[in-house]
């Protein structure tokens, strides 16, 4: 079993520049991938931003140019550095870890972009 937690979140004004963590533990050998998730009020989660065990990254086009994923591989951490948040980036942001038999994924963190 792993554990992921996410932190960072929090209210922000629009153009600020948090960065999220995850951290997993326990089976955390296993991992392949992290990926970031968000979801709005009212609205189905979506994918944010992906990271592969050998560090490819990729994003999705909301984001592209605004937010990088990084993972500190020895942390077992993966971090969401954001930039030029904008009200509509307001959601809760939760990570996954992705193994062979699934995805095991966080509680999430609620991000709060006031204009």
């Known amino acids: 079993q792993m554990q992921v937690v996410e932190s960072g979140g929090g209210l922000v004004q629009a153009g600020g520049s948090p960065r999220l963590s995850c951290a997993a533990s326990g089976s955390t050998s296993s991992i392949n991938g992290f990926n970031w998730f968000r979801q709005a009020p009212g609205k189905q989660r979506e994918w944010v931003a992906g990271i592969s065990r050998g560090g490819s990254t990729s994003y999705a086009d909301s984001v592209k140019g605004r937010f990088t994923i990084a993972r500190d591989n020895a942390k077992n951490t993966v971090y969401l550095q954001m930039n030029s948040l904008k009200p509509e980036d307001t959601a809760v942001y939760y990570c996954?870890?992705?193994?062979?038999?699934?995805?095991?994924w966080g509680q999430g963190t609620q991000v709060t972009v006031s204009s």
């Open positions: 996954n870890a992705e193994t062979c038999r699934g995805a095991d």
